[in-house]
């Protein structure tokens, strides 16, 4: 059984830091592109970050290019989203997904294994 799990969340000031963290189990991560989403409040989900099965690419949404940063550990089964210079737009509920992929418009779609989530806050 599939299991996805974030950590790392929590209350921050604008323009400070926080590392997110996704540990699973169950699977094979070195199989998959893995991929951050977010969800503020009365909004859809968006796309965040997505890194390539190895480690070698990664693509960001225009909103966080810059200033968040998205890693892997396929041997310790984690994706780490490092996240600095936090705004109050940024607030949201944070989650991990596994096996995102390009759409032909230029997107990113999830995968269909999320975890339950992680609320980042940012105060102004």
């Known amino acids: 059984q599939v299991h996805v799990a974030e950590s790392g969340g929590g209350l921050v000031q604008a323009g400070g830091s926080l590392r997110l963290s996704c540990a699973a189990s169950?699977?094979?991560?070195?199989?998959?592109?893995m991929g951050w989403f977010r969800q503020a409040p009365g909004k859809e989900r968006e796309f965040v970050a997505v890194i390539s099965w190895s480690g070698n690419s990664e693509y960001y949404a225009d909103s966080v290019k810059g200033r968040f940063t998205i890693s892997r550990d396929n041997g310790k089964k984690t994706v780490v989203l490092q996240m600095n210079s936090l705004k109050p737009e940024d607030t949201a509920v944070y989650y991990c997904?596994?096996?995102?992929?390009?759409?032909?418009?230029?997107?990113?779609?999830?995968?269909?294994?999320w975890g339950t989530g992680t609320l980042v806050t940012v105060s102004s």
């Open positions: 169950g699977v094979t991560l070195s199989d998959y592109t």
């Open positions: 997904n596994v096996g995102p992929g390009y759409a032909p418009n230029g997107g990113v779609y999830p995968g269909n294994i």
